[in-house]
């Protein structure tokens, strides 16, 4: 039952973690078409930003400032890089974010050196919340749901219920028709590149001293971010937030099961000290998001909630 | 129109010497190469050097059977250039360890022939449902698939060996070509063997019916279907040619360095492949060959130099990107093209100078990073050039930056300018 | 009677809740050459695509020479003999014109998928390449890049592609379209003398080119045939009269033939 409510309570705080790294994907991916490579970049950027930030000021001002000064890098990298090579096509435009994934991990390990470094929960919400089950829970989780949660009321409120969120979800779906309704394209993709990158910066600096803080960051999320918005669907948000809180859920479960191959089709005669009857369901945890890549890429290629193919 | 049945169409196809020069003196010059090398007396660093760049060379053109002529996006193409890799070293272990007749009549120089076997069935499993997809997606099922791979090669620490990998000891068996495999020299008439082996079976294959037809289908998947060709039959075929040269690559790499790690499946190495080719140039057949050559290069002469190498690696890559998706080929053949042409003196002179600018900009940019990394090192070193010493607070270093940096972008404004000004 | 080139019974396409065919019969002798005309938006395109395997019917049947081709994949059915041109230029820009003919050629000369044989070598292949260049008239520009071609010679060449593998049923989608009218008159000629024998369906919106052509002409309004004639007996149905009206170029055409 402990198990069951932590990893419930994990999971969630993860999958919400995700999302906010992944929904500016989903819409960059679906309104541009570009597979930003260097997505996960922009949330390492986020923890590393506000790491400095807090160093000098303080963890509040940094979790304003942090995705902002993100969002600046982003639309500054729509701007001067990604758009002149739009017209070369998406496999250049994907190639583009791949070197500029590279680029952004050799600039951070020399700003910030090749070693995590020590950002830390700030002191005022680092003490126990309440108690569960005999176990602490610590009140930083508390307030990641808590921001995840009000970023996730604001997204649906601008998309929903502002002019500039109504284009935006016509252009997700429709991506080609927004030009011709005589909107500044090239603006909307900058802003829209810009606020996306900003909340994968925001999802850093929460997330950054909930996890770690170093350089792997960025290449060890970038293919789980990819793995949320395919599986989501183009083109659905709803779809990423379903896929990212699977994720999450699934990957925090999977950790927490201890029993292994052997245990599962001893039936079989699979013998636990053989090579594959001693493997765990725990160390299989890494794999989910990329065999659920490969499946639904098969198996449903738009994805859970997309409203077309990739 | 003329009915004259019997007419020969002969002369549609490039002429003798046509063929002579574009096809067969490039693979004599390149033998000739390969033969003069150690007549040069190399150092063992330029022997390894050569050794890695003749293996780059093999999985570089592999790829680019499937990016630049297939027009399949692969980041996990490292899976096949490492399972090839590693069958070839069991497959050595099983010489060195004599117990079946047939192994122990097979000679090391021959691996390369269990990595091309192994990589094609490799690509024959993994690219059944990967290819039923192109695009984008092909791209995230082979990244995907790559992961997979990756994660398996840890796990499975019998066939993979661990963290450690598998090792073995080339020095065994029955001896081809009167060839230890001892020396250094040995393992170098091995690799250039290969190297132009591989070569010349990837070229071969752009010149099959279904070489052609790749090309066909990258640049009009509909249209072949009306010409009577399954798209993704197509595709299917070339990932396991593609698969089975990068197989190849990984037996040539098993007995040059005689390790191989679950870390060479991995995405580093698949992304280290795809900016080879792409940075030599997918369109060109010489292109990758020239990125691999570049790649190792940079990779074991920079990396001694500087720590920032990969930063380097990456501007280069966004550079190729932006402004001259042909690649380094593209440049090459762009500039002999000029040159064939006469009268194009003013071009010339704006490539001149688009090169000063690019050039000027470029060491403001290598000041800034090499004064950066030595700072950020924090061992209190110092970058010093040509006796100059310059450390992040000397005003100098920043004098010498943004005036670089000005001065090519003046030069590179001047260049278009002139352009605009022609245009 | 002999078995039809192309048979095709109750055909039925639905895009969502949009019927876009509904109900096609249609029957071609071997050696007929069939006109396909209406106005805009009458779904002779889809039909194409219906017939050539690109879209999968919602109901019906399609036998070609009496075999059932109904949901096959485009590339069986064009093995099968039946071959189609695109209503916009659909050739292999970044190859010279005779590979583009000899991407063409390869399949039906049995060279299929193989890896073992250099293109270069293989003499039939160079033939016939040569043949079908000779006949549409391209062979001075043979090694021509296709993207540098001018605009009717793509069409020609789109032409050529669509008749090297030596398909018997051909379908021409529009190949006059956005021509001049010297060009008009040549590619004319050069689908007459280049389907010669075969069976032909054309899609064409110019009047000229569809009554001078055809044997038998089947007007498409709103996804059904309204009728289907010799060019005569279409000129004179009223129903066909009433489906162009408005139309006066056409009107004329209707009544008097090519201006």
Known sequence: METIVFSLLNGVIYGLLLFMLSSGLTLIFSMMGVLNFAHASFYMLGAYFAYSIAGVTNFWIALILAPVLVGLVGAAVEKWGLRSVHANGHVAELLFTFGLAYLIDEVVKIIWGRNAVDYRVPELLDFPMFELFGAQYPAYRVFILLVSVGMLAALWFILNRTRAGLIIQAALTHPHMVGHLGHNVPRIFMSVFGAGCALAGLAGVIGGNYLV?????????????????????????????????????????????????????????????????????????????????????????????????? | MQSNSVQSYEHLAPSRAVKIRQRFVPFVVMAVVLLLIPFFDPSRTMYSLTAAMGINIVFALSYNMLLGRGGLLSFGHAVYFGLGGYAALHAMNAIDAGNSAFWSNYPVFMLPVVGFAIGALAGAVIGWPSCKRSGVPFAMISLGVAELVAA??????????????????????????????????????????????????????????????????????????????????????????????????????????????????????????????????????????????????????????????????????????????????????????IFRHGGAREMLIRRVQQAVGVALAFTGLVILIEVAVRWSNGYGEVFEPFGLHLGIDTPLSWILILGFFGAGFVTLRLARNNEEGHA | MSTPALSIKGLKKNFGPAEIICGVDLDLEPGERHAIIGPNGAGKSTLFNLISGLY?????????????????????????????????????ANMTVRENVRCGVLYSLGHGYSFWRNVGNLREVQQKTGEVLERVGLLDKAHLPAALLPYADQRTLEIAITIAGGADVVLLDEPTAGMSHSETDRAVALIEQATAGKTLIIVEHDMGVVFNLADRISVLVYGQIIATGTPEEIRGDPRVREAYLGDEDEQQVLAGGAQ
């Open chain 2, 152 to 337: 398996a090669g840890y796990m499975f620490g019998s066939i993979f060996g661990g963290e450690m990998g598998v090792t073995g000891d080339r020095m065994v068996g029955p001896q081809a070509f009167g060839l230890s495999m001892g020396p250094v020299e040995d393992v170098y008439w091995f690799i250039a063997f290969w190297t132009f082996v591989g070569t010349l079976g990837i070229y071969a294959f752009t010149r099959t019916p279904l070489g052609k037809m790749s090309e066909a289908t990258r640049d009009n998947p509909e249209r072949v279907q009306f010409v009577g060709y399954d798209p993704n039959r197509v595709r299917y075929l070339v990932f396991i040619f593609a698969g089975a040269f990068a197989g190849l690559a990984g037996g040539m790499s098993a007995v040059n360095y005689e390790i191989f790690t679950p870390e060479s499946l991995s995405l580093v190495p698949s992304g280290l492949v795809l900016l080879m080719a792409y940075i030599g140039g997918i369109r060109y057949f010489t292109g990758p060959i020239m990125g691999a050559i570049l790649l190792t290069y940079m990779q074991s002469m920079l990396s001694d130099y500087s720590e920032a190498w990969l930063l380097y690696l990456g501007l280069l890559f966004i550079a190729i990107v932006m402004y001259a998706p042909g690649g380094v080929a593209g440049m090459v053949f762009g500039l002999l093209e």
């Open chain 3, 56 to 92: 999968h019917p919602t109901e019906g049947s399609v036998k070609l020479k009496g075999e059932e081709i109904t949901g096959l994949p485009p590339h069986v059915i064009n093995r099968m003999g039946l071959s189609r041109s695109f209503q916009v230029s659909n050739i292999f």
């Open chain 1, 213 to 310: 803080t170093d350089p792997a960051m960025a290449v060890q999320m970038g293919p789980i971010v990819f793995v949320v918005v395919v599986v989501g669907g183009l083109g659905s948000l709803t779809g990423a937030f379903l896929a990212a809180m699977l994720l999450g859920l699934m990957q925090t479960f999977a950790v927490g099961i201890d029993a292994s191959f052997a245990d599962i089709f001893g039936w079989l005669g699979l013998s636990a000290t053989s090579e594959l009857g001693g493997i765990t369901i725990a160390s299989l945890a890494p794999m989910i998001p990329f065999l659920m890549l490969v499946l639904i890429l098969m198996v449903r290629p738009r994805g859970l909630m997309g409203d077309r193919e990739l």
